[in-house]
């Protein structure tokens, strides 16, 4: 039986598969992979190209398991990059801002860094003022994952491991997490995992998207639709209050398209906190058992069209408050508030303190499943 993503499961494997559409001499060539640069105290990282028949391409790193760079046409066919991020290796090592990084062992934020399970209490590191944040202090994109050569040559397997007690966590926990580029464009990514010890597991990818190609514009004219009715407010340190809050009335209602600049700068409480948007809003379709579509977006001088859809029960819409600047990537260009955007499906923040909310819990001998596409198209 799947409840929230848990299936059962005999064995415990760790790995994240990059699947590409298309002969298998293309992909074969593609997954050889390129110097990415040298780390702080590690072995240099990779790079894996991966490219469809369109010539859309992906490119993933094993430095957090991290999509670095997708390109993909605008109505004219002109090719961009769509996602934010950094050069080489380094500049994710030392940056914080988890651009298209894999994030684990729990997406998201955990008030205090504590929760109790099976009436044990666990303490995390905390990373986030008095908060645990996506994994902590050195999380799932903060490791450098191990590549095995693909035996089809169509796909690329990355593996890590995470020990019992890392940032504080219970439990062996090996996860695997699949990539698949698709002939029409979508980037599947599917998620699993599983514990030798009752955990909490809350999975995502952090990507920033800017449908334009050109992280100097600012994504505040994307349209957007959710199909959300329900938001999760939060406290003065972005933690859930527990309260389901209908959208209708308020700037966080994208159930029609939307710009995402039209009301971010209202006299709104939840706004002022959160400096925007980076909020979880509860989907309407709940959890399910194979993905259905949940957002849109829309950047209408492009053309560019981005479809979500998962199988997870909330989606985290983020608007790069947080970017200021100083932190550069790509060609050297400074990312400022509202560079990118987020869509990171998941299952609500705080959910281990709020027993209301869709469990995280993963017990031995269960597996952990949930699934996400990324369609690209242009209109």
């Known amino acids: 039986m799947i409840k929230y993503g848990l299936v059962a499961a005999a064995v415990i494997g760790v790995a994240f598969i990059v699947t590409l559409s298309g002969s298998d001499s293309l992909a074969s060539a593609q997954n050889r992979p390129s110097v990415f640069g040298k780390l702080r105290g590690e072995k240099a990282a990779q790079l894996y190209r991966l490219k ?3 010539g859309v391409e992906a490119a993933i790193t094993d430095y957090g398991a991290t999509l670095v760079s997708l390109k993909v046409p605008d109505r004219q066919g002109k090719m961009a990059d769509v996602v934010l991020g950094y050069d080489d290796a380094l500049g ?5 801002a988890h651009y298209g990084a894999t994030i684990g062992r729990y997406g998201n934020r955990i008030a205090k860094g504590k929760f109790i399970l099976h009436g044990v209490t666990y303490t995390l590191a905390t990373n986030d003022g008095p908060n ?5 202090v050195s999380g799932f994109g903060k490791k450098l994952w191990q590549a095995r050569e693909p035996a089809a040559g169509n796909s690329l397997t990355l593996s890590y491991t995470s020990k019992d007690g890392e940032e504080g ?9 699949r990539y698949t580029l698709t002939d029409p464009n979508e980037l599947r990514i599917d998620y699993s995992a599983i514990t030798d010890k009752a955990t909490v597991v809350n999975l995502t990818n952090h990507s920033y998207f800017n449908l334009t190609g050109d992280p100097q514009k600012d994504i505040l004219q994307h349209q957007l639709m959710l199909h959300a009715s329900r938001f999760t407010p939060v406290d003065s340190g972005l933690i859930p209050t527990g309260e389901l809050r209908s959208v209708k009335g308020t700037p966080f209602d994208f159930t029609t398209s939307t710009a995402i600049g039209a009301r971010i700068g209202q006299d709104d409480e939840q706004l002022k906190l ?7 809003f509860v989907l309407d379709k709940g959890q399910t058992k194979q993905p259905v579509k949940v957002a849109e977006v829309y950047e209408p001088v492009s053309g560019r069209l981005l479809e979500v859809s998962t199988t997870e029960p909330g989606i985290q819409f983020y608007t790069g408050n947080f970017l200021d600047g100083s932190d ?3 060609g050297g260009v400074a990312y400022r508030p509202r560079a990118g955007f987020c869509l990171e499906t998941q299952h609500f923040p705080d959910s281990p303190n709020k027993p ?3 469990s995280t819990t993963l017990n031995p001998g269960q597996r952990y499943r949930t699934t996400t596409v990324y369609r690209l198209s242009v209109r």
Not at 132 to 136: S, V
Request: charged share 25%.
């Open 52 to 54: 469809n028949k369109n």
């Open 92 to 96: 994710y090592q030392k940056g914080k």
């Open 132 to 136: 645990h944040l996506h994994g902590g």
């Open 169 to 177: 966590y219970p439990g062996n926990l090996r996860v695997t997490v």
């Open 274 to 280: 959160a400096r925007g948007y980076d909020h979880n």
């Open 328 to 330: 550069r990537g790509k």
């Open 356 to 358: 209301a909310f869709p």
